[in-house]
């Protein structure tokens, strides 16, 4: 369930599709993922679990102005943070911003059964990903984290180059040393198993590349093109 402005469902519609899907699938999983919890979001959220769906929230912190609106709490929430306050600020173009994501992760257990964080790596960030991740690792189930994937020219400049993403690496494999069954790194595209098979990274890692076929020599778990593993 997303919010887009050029393409506008009225609610009716969206209430009756989603209930629609659920008379279809056994248990099914709703992600709303459109960063900002609009108010008419939350009845068609509740209805969707009295029927039986997992309803889970990808969210920016700003979920906290509804709370007194939920009705039960969801299955899980994740809150994306992009680095330190400075940087998180930075890259949301807002002075609040980090402020609203550290509130939002110590109150996730109140509204839900799962907190998760995601950090998406990217070159304003890469130098202080051990430090961002630290700060709120306690406040989280799981932390995630995934190289940015550009898809529009106008952040072209947010991709990392191969010296900023050997950098992090580092701080990734420590993270993951020091809390093995909370940090988890996420990689959907060729170009970033690349650099992590580089010759500055290949001796520091488990990964290997074999004639193009990606193989992770590692705890692994695959999901639909995306390999999610331990570093």
């Known amino acids: 369930m997303s919010y887009r402005p050029s393409f506008l469902i009225s609610h009716t519609r969206l209430k009756n599709c989603s209930f629609s899907f659920i008379k279809k699938h056994h248990q099914p999983i709703v ?3 459109g960063r900002i ?7 068609i959220m509740a209805n969707l679990q009295q029927s039986g769906a997992l309803v889970g929230l990808i969210d920016n912190g700003t979920y906290l102005h509804h709370t007194t609106s939920f009705q039960r709490k969801l299955d ?31 109150s996730g ?13 990217t070159s304003p960030n890469y130098n202080n990903v051990y430090d961002a ?5 306690h406040d989280v189930d799981e932390f995630h984290i995934t190289p940015v994937s550009p898809v529009r020219q106008e952040i072209a400049w947010t991709e990392t180059s191969m010296q900023e993403f050997c950098i992090a690496w580092k701080q990734l494999q420590r993270l993951q040393q020091e809390y093995p069954e909370k940090v988890f790194v996420r990689m959907y595209r060729q170009e970033d198993l690349v650099k992590l098979n580089s010759k500055k990274t290949q001796n520091k890692n488990q990964i290997r590349l074999n004639q193009g076929r990606q193989r992770l020599w590692t705890k692994l778990k695959l999901h639909i093109k995306t390999w999610t593993f331990n570093i």
């Open 31 to 33: 992600i709303h993922e």
């Open 37 to 43: 919890l609009r108010k008419w979001h939350l009845p």
């Open 76 to 106: 899980w929430i994740d809150i994306s943070i992009d680095g330190t306050m400075e940087i998180h600020n930075k890259q949301r173009n807002n002075g609040q911003a980090y402020q609203t994501v550290i509130k939002g992760l110590k």
């Open 109 to 121: 257990r109140e509204v839900a059964h799962k907190v998760t964080s995601l950090l998406t790596l």
């Open 133 to 137: 991740i630290t700060s709120v690792i």
